[in-house]
């Protein structure tokens, strides 16, 4: 069956810009270098970007016509062959933007990028490099003396470091939402191809419409959600100019991709998370929330599973599952003019009536739809207030702002003080985490693009039929998010965040008919590959925004990290602390720089000049809004209506405005994503093939043993996986030094300094342990097998591992057997010196043969054999 839509690919993925003294030339092409389009940049302007776009498509002899045309007009005389009038000045992948401060405008190109994930057929690149480049002529330059300054904070944003793009799949929206838009019904694709065909300005918008025996495809472009996107600012001024084909959109935050090989069935696990760009900075700098509703550190992670043996969206199985961290939706701030590693928790204004807080659900409610749920993990119990201030005022916003919902889509509180229950020597948080994971994901769902499998209808699963979402003839969606939080949303909040994709990775992969029950193990290859990706998400994460890598982990909460770990937790701590006192207010400077909250002004102070950049972040001190929200009806009523359904993937009229539906042949290139992944027209290499370089399980976790299950899903021990659990492959008595930890209830000591000074631990008695760890009663281990037991699967019975109890006895025939295995040894290492010693004297390196010496083990000599005489008798 052929596609009804399919995702429109980028025409312009290689560039090349070409120079001369009146004008840049940036000559973009598709892959395959068939199709090419032109963009003329006029030079002679001081202070104004000029860009014409003639919206032809060039084939490769008309470009090389075109080049040769310009070469020969601009040579300084007629019939010159000596020197040219055209340079080629860069080769590029893309346009970032263009940017001015001061003087003249900047173009922004992709120089270098590094395939880092693939989803059905569509790569995802990282920008690997930048090339800034001064478009006007130096001949009408004007220049100022505080240009070069501004240009060195505007590159202290380093778009080398996780920045990602795609020529075809939206990466500012997530898979649910792109497939959503690709099953739209045809009758909508066909009125809005002939609405885009009367609208269209680019007469040749319409050039694949006529087909021929109807064997045409939709081809569809959304618009991108500005809220991820890091560029816009700097495509702005271009966006309405130039071909689409130009607009390059790019995402901050992680992406990352493994394959999980389930007996040679390639299964691929991607982790992209997007980091906002509204109220973005480092951590002590941007706290809360701004007057719009847009939190710190707000990144949506989403966790695709995909089956590798089928490329196609249609044909293919797809599923995903998205959450969010933000910072808790309050006015509140830190000051760090104290110098101290916890600066005190102010509430900067009173909001009785939530409204930060019921912007920022407001748009939750319409990308995500219902219920929200809030994973609260700061402290309920303090000696002196400092969390608890965040926790208090976030229960009376939420309570305040349910009155008004709906009782089926209100907001889900839940509390849950992570460090004290890690503390605890009664409870495991893993545990306790395992049963709010479970609780969420029945509540929210996952999507899957394909119906219910054949064989959970044979033998369904209790839990599967307990599955929250909704529930559509193509599959499953999901209805709500899991929003965590703590104060920095980094430790706590990524181990938490790792526990419930773990759960809901079973319940993809028993969605996928991968596996028989939607449970999964830790010390499989499986979980510890999914925790590979976590653990390099979340220091991603906290590099970004807060100056340094993690500092506890999921094996410091499994309580089974090596004591090496310790030491680089306390390193951690202090490169977060330098990191925040010292070079946090510079790259604050260099982030609002480059997303445009701030544009540099003649006769205006300049941005090192400003006291603060509260003013620039929150709108409202600057001038009146234009309306302001009801106390009670807080919410968008056109949301509300579609509700558990997320509204930005209703099919209205609101929502199809956002899209760009063409038709085409099925065998154009612009739609043909066979073509744009195998790339038939050019030689390839396995060696750089990127689906055998990515992380596998059954290289990279799988033990080498022969004779071992295959299966990413059975249990192993720490020390028999291919990439050792405990950060150590060679050192065994580290790992049994391990297991002991393990067996252990009681933390390791260092633990607790470690957390005093980092994000998990600030201010709490040592008194308000003992008493919360005798109230908590111990979470009781669930036969469901998402539960982490450290017991069972690390330390086992002696007499399990070894064959016999070293406590009990020994038998004199064991004692025996001993000896002689012990005597056996000695004299085979007496054996090898004395070989070592023959080497050594023989300078030929030859070794004369002699009888060979056996040692004396038993008790009385063995009677000398019929090849011992002989040999005897020879040697005489």
């Known amino acids: 069956m052929p596609a009804a839509a399919a995702p429109i690919i980028s025409s312009v993925q290689k560039l090349v810009l070409y120079e001369t003294r009146a004008r840049y030339f940036l000559v973009g092409s598709n892959h395959a270098e068939t199709k090419y389009r032109v963009l003329k940049i006029d030079r002679t302007e001081p202070k104004d970007l000029v860009i014409i776009d003639d919206r032809h498509v060039y084939t490769q002899q008309e470009v090389r016509e075109l080049l040769g045309r310009l070469d020969l007009g601009n040579r300084t005389k007629m019939g010159q062959k000596g020197s040219s009038g055209l340079f080629r000045a860069v ?73 990602y793009f795609s020529y075809s799949y939206d990466l500012s929206h997530s898979l649910q939402y792109n497939l959503t838009v690709l099953r739209m019904p045809l009758e909508m694709l066909k009125s809005e191809t002939t609405q885009t065909r009367q609208e269209s300005f680019d007469i040749f918008e319409d050039e694949g419409l006529i087909t021929q025996g109807g064997s045409g495809v939709f081809g569809i472009c959304s618009e991108p959600y500005m809220k991820y996107v890091w560029n816009g600012e700097l495509l702005d001024i271009i966006k309405n100019t130039v071909h689409r084909d130009w607009l390059l959109y790019i995402i901050h935050g992680f992406c990352g991709q493994s394959k999980l090989l389930i007996y040679g069935r390639p299964v691929y696990v991607t982790l992209i998370a997007r980091r906002s760009s509204k109220f973005a900075g480092t951590r002590f700098l941007k706290r809360g929330a701004n007057c719009e509703g847009d939190v710190a550190n707000e990144v949506e992670t989403e966790q695709i599973l995909c089956d590798a043996s089928v490329m196609s969206f249609t044909a293919g199985s797809y599923s995903s599952y998205v959450q969010v961290r933000g910072s808790v939706p309050l006015y509140w701030s830190q000051d760090i003019s104290t110098m101290m590693p916890k600066p005190p928790i102010t509430l900067d204004q009173a909001d009785p009536f939530a409204h930060v807080a019921a912007l920022h659900f407001d748009q939750m409610l319409q990308r995500f739809g219902s219920p929200i749920i809030i994973l609260n993990l700061v402290k309920e119990r303090e000696k002196r207030k400092h969390e608890r201030i965040l926790s208090e005022e976030l229960v009376a916003a939420v309570t305040y702002l349910n009155q008004f919902l709906p009782p089926e889509h209100t907001i889900i509180y839940i509390p849950w003080d992570m460090a004290k229950y890690t503390k605890s020597k009664l409870c495991n948080v893993l545990d306790r985490l395992n049963v709010i994971a479970e609780s969420v994901v029945k509540k929210t769902g996952f999507f899957v693009n394909r119906p219910d499998s054949y064989c959970s209808i044979l033998r369904p699963d209790e839990k599967w039929n307990e599955l929250g979402g909704c529930v559509i003839p193509t599959g499953r969606l999901q209805t709500g998010v899991l929003r965590t939080n703590c104060v920095d949303c ?273 201010g709490t008695d040592r008194e308000e342990e003992g008493s919360v760890s005798q109230r908590s009663t111990p979470v009781k281990m669930t036969d469901t097998g998402d539960s982490t037991k450290v017991t069972e699967n690390v330390v086992q019975p002696m007499k399990e591992v070894y064959g016999i109890n070293l406590s009990d006895g020994l038998s004199e025939e064991d004692l025996s057997i001993y000896s002689r295995f012990v005597q056996l040894g000695q004299s085979q290492h007496k054996q090898d010196k004395s070989s070592q010693q023959l080497c050594s004297r023989c300078p030929d390196g030859v070794i004369k043969l002699s009888r060979t010496v056996f040692p004396d083990v038993w008790s009385s000599p063995p009677p000398p054999s019929r090849e011992d005489e002989e040999m005897k008798a020879i040697q005489l």
């Not at 001949?139 to 080398?160: C, G, K, M």
């Not at 090596?562 to 604050?588: C, E, G, V």
């Not at 056109?638 to 929502?655: F, Q």
Request: hydrophobic share 35%; charged share 25%.
């Open 91 to 163: 080769s590029a992948f893309g346009v970032v933007g263009f940017v001015r401060f001061l003087e003249g405008y900047y173009i922004v190109l992709i120089t270098k990028r590094r395939k880092m994930a693939d989803i059905g057929g569509h790569a995802i690149y990282k920008v690997e490099d930048t090339n800034m480049i001064y478009i006007p002529n130096d001949s009408v330059r004007i220049t100022h003396p505080d240009e070069a300054r501004y240009l060195r904070i505007f590159q202290n944003v380093d778009l080398s470091s996780n920045f």
């Open 490 to 762: 980094l430790d706590r909040t990524n181990t938490a965040q790792f526990m419930v994709g773990k759960c809901a990775l079973a319940y993809q992969l028993y969605s996928l008919g991968l596996i028989d029950k939607p449970n999964l193990q830790f010390d499989t290859d499986a979980v510890r590959l999914f925790e590979e990706l976590y653990e390099d998400h979340g220091d991603t994460l906290s590099l970004q925004y807060g100056g340094s890598q993690l500092v506890h982990r999921v094996k410091t909460y499994r309580k089974i990290a090596p004591w090496t770990q310790h030491s680089k937790d306390i390193m951690q701590t202090l490169s977060r602390y330098y990191s925040n006192a010292f070079s946090d207010a510079d790259r604050q400077d260099s982030i609002n720089l480059f997303l445009g909250v701030f544009h540099p002004t003649e006769g205006k102070p300049h941005l090192w000049e400003l006291p603060t950049d509260f003013y620039l972040h929150h709108k409202n001190t600057m001038r009146l809004l234009p309306t302001r929200r009801s106390y009670t009806y807080w919410w968008t009523p056109e949301v509300i209506k579609h509700l558990p359904l997320p509204y930005d993937e209703v099919i209205c009229a609101a929502n199809l405005k956002k899209l760009i539906v063409k038709k085409f042949h099925k065998y154009e290139e612009e739609i043909d994503i066979h073509n744009e992944f195998f790339r038939p027209y050019e030689l390839s290499s396995f060696d750089d093939t990127f689906c055998l370089a990515m992380t596998s399980s059954a290289r990279d976790f799988m033990p080498k043993t022969v004779g071992i299950d295959p299966s990413p899903f059975t249990v192993r021990k720490p020390d028999e996986t291919g990439k050792s659990v405990l950060g150590n492959k060679s050192n065994r008595e580290e790992a049994v030094l391990q297991r002991k930890t393990a067996a252990s209830a009681p933390p390791p000591p260092s633990e607790e300094a470690v957390s005093s000074s980092s994000e998990d631990d600030s």
